[in-house]
């Protein structure tokens, strides 16, 4: 175990660690078919039941950045996927997938640099990342998206997050936002997105974080 809430799960070829710090229990890993994680076993990962590719899919299934995995060496061997995302989930959180640089993670969130759940019902007491707050303050936002952006035709490359002080999240790199039915809605290279909870243009910000004094600390 290193720090408070993160496990290192260790195998023969492959590590396994959990970050309990972001972790919002999607249990993309435990509904997986086969025996890296089994609930109820101790330990409930072992890393060493799975292949590397199949130990390599299962934690990148997981949208929080909570699974990671790395070779004997200590290295992170994910690589980032050709585009950067933005779903805008039902009631829930933003789930970002991509080459991200989220300022503020701290350097021991390594997931964070592909995946990421972020906060935007403005409830989370871990923001920038859910919590699953937003389930206890019953947010609702279907996620529906109603405009198209600037259509820019590459979606890869780095993706800055800068969750501004008091403000929303803003965006700067080429990704694509999709709306809560799955489909491909939006595609651009900067944007604001509400974090507040309160915007009437969701997901983007509208300024609404002023009129309601969202603070984030």
């Known amino acids: ?106 350097d021991d969130m390594p997931g964070t640099r592909f995946r990421a759940a972020l906060c935007r019902c403005g409830k989370s007491q871990n923001k920038p990342f859910c919590d699953n707050s937003h389930v206890q303050a019953e947010f609702e936002d279907y996620g529906a998206i109603g405009e198209k952006g600037p259509e820019h035709a590459a979606s890869g ?10 403000g929303p999240l803003g965006l700067a790199g080429n990704v694509t936002l999709f709306a809560g039915s799955g489909r491909a809605a939006w595609h651009g290279d900067k944007l604001a997105l509400c974090r507040c909870g309160a915007s009437n243009n969701k997901p983007f910000c509208d300024g609404s974080h002023k009129e309601i004094d969202f603070k984030t600390d």
Not at 5 to 25: A, M, N, P, S, T
Not at 48 to 55: A, L, M, Q
Not at 157 to 166: A, E, F, M, N, Q
């Open 157 to 166: 490359g780095k993706l800055k997050i800068t969750p501004y002080p008091d």
């Open 1 to 106: 175990m290193s720090g408070d809430k993160v496990y290192k799960f260790e195998g023969e070829q492959v590590d396994v660690i959990w970050d309990g710090r972001l972790c919002i229990h999607i249990a993309e890993c435990g509904q997986a078919e086969g025996e890296l994680f089994v609930g109820g076993r101790k330990p409930w990962c072992v890393p060493d039941k799975s292949t590397t590719e199949e130990i390599s899919d299962i934690c990148q299934r997981c949208p929080s950045g909570a699974l990671t995995y790395n070779d004997k060496a200590g290295q992170s061997v994910e690589q980032a996927p050709s585009r950067n995302s933005v779903n805008v989930t039902y009631n829930g959180p933003l789930f970002v997938h991509g080459d991200l640089e989220i300022e503020g993670a701290a």
